[in-house]
Nanobody, 118 residues
Framework: QVQLVESGGGLVQAGGSLRLSCAAS????????MGWFRQAPGKEREFVAS????????YYADSVKGRFTISRDYAKNTVALQMNSLKPEDTAVYLC???????????WGQGTQVTVSS
């Protein structure tokens, strides 16, 4: 079992930055991949970024590439999403996920709201 708790969401103006954090507990942190997803009102959940269990490989959605950076801290058992140059279309609930299995993820956090005003 893995428990995930997100933090760091909030309200920011377009062009600003936010840093999200996801604290993981339960199984050994270094044994599974981690990811971030988002879901805007009336839209389906979409992939944002992921990082492998070793931290050596990262993946990003085209819509955030060059603006967002995912990283993980093995000492703190956290994964972060640094979001720069935010746009109103980035407004969504951001969810942390753990342990990818094919195209699905086994564990999910509750989410944190990010609102970008124009």
């Amino acid at each position: 079992q893995v428990q995930l708790v997100e933090s760091g969401g909030g309200l920011v103006q377009a062009g600003g930055s936010l840093r999200l954090s996801c604290a993981a507990s339960g199984r050994t942190f270094s044994s599974y991949a981690m990811g971030w997803f988002r879901q805007a009102p009336g839209k389906e959940r979409e992939f944002v970024a992921s990082i492998t269990w070793g931290g050596g490989i990262t993946y990003y959605a085209d819509s955030v590439k060059g603006r967002f950076t995912i990283s993980r801290d093995y000492a703190k058992n956290t994964v972060a999403l640094q979001m720069n140059s935010l746009k109103p279309e980035d407004t969504a609930v951001y969810l942390c996920a753990a342990e990818a299995s094919g195209s699905s993820w086994r564990y999910w956090g509750q989410g944190t709201q990010v609102t970008v005003s124009s």
